[in-house]
């Protein structure tokens, strides 16, 4: 979102302390701020739950997934034009 952790720390009513300590040394928040935090940065609550499904993505995914969803919908539409380009090219060059 391009935040910093007073302005996150300012919307969820918590010290900017609190906030990186989430961030960077893993302080597990209540569940209220949980919910705070995942619904105003819009993150997927599977990714905490469901752990073992996401350590298999590749780090490089990752990082992908989070630049995808700062975009907004006419930028995705190019990155869907652009994949679907090399799924094209790959399969032409392999003779599919």
């Known amino acids: ?5 007073e302005h996150l720390a300012q919307l969820i009513d918590r010290t900017s302390h609190t906030v990186m300590y989430m961030e960077t040394r ?3 928040p209540s569940l209220n701020v949980f ?8 993150i997927s609550v599977d990714r905490f739950f469901f752990t073992n499904r996401h350590n298999k993505e590749s780090e490089r995914r990752q990082r992908i997934d989070m630049l995808l969803d700062s975009l907004d919908e006419r930028e995705l539409s190019v990155i869907e034009a652009t994949a679907e380009g090399l ?6 060059e392999s003779g599919k």
């Open 26 to 28: 893993g302080q597990h």
């Open 1 to 5: 979102m391009g935040w910093t952790q």
């Open 87 to 92: 799924k094209k090219s790959r399969e032409i």
């Open 35 to 42: 919910y705070q935090v995942v619904t105003l940065l819009d």
